[in-house]
Nanobody
């Protein structure tokens, strides 16, 4: 069994910063990719940022155009944790932020897991 839990959301003024965290725990053999998504009210869930496993041939970070230059994704492999540092926040960044983890369980199952989401509200 695997759990994915986000934290760090809240209310912030425009121009401010927040740091989100997401930790995967349970029956995990290895974690491949960790990503962040956002779902704004009345909109579809959208990709924000992703980071591959350190040491892998494709160890890179990638961002959507809407957050590149303002958000930074990083991970702590020892803690099975991914972070999203969000700076220069705008009201349009408001939404529920979800973590997605692609991992292999100890039972050999390779699949994506989602967290329950954390709310970010940016006031103007």
């Amino acid at each position: 069994q695997v759990q994915v839990v986000e934290s760090g959301g809240g209310l912030v003024q425009a121009g401010g910063s927040l740091r989100l965290s997401c930790t995967a725990s349970g029956s995990i053999f290895s974690i491949d990719r960790m990503s962040w998504y956002r779902q704004a009210p009345g909109k579809q869930r959208e990709f924000l940022a992703t980071v591959a496993r350190p040491g892998s041939v494709d160890y890179t970070t990638d961002y959507s155009n809407s957050v590149e230059g303002r958000f930074t994704v990083s991970r702590d492999n020892a803690k099975n944790t991914v972070y999203l540092q969000m700076n220069s926040l705008k009201p349009e960044d408001t939404g529920v932020y979800y973590c997605n983890v692609l991992l292999t369980t100890r039972q050999g199952l390779n699949r994506h897991y989602w967290g329950q989401g954390t709310q970010v509200t940016v006031s103007s």
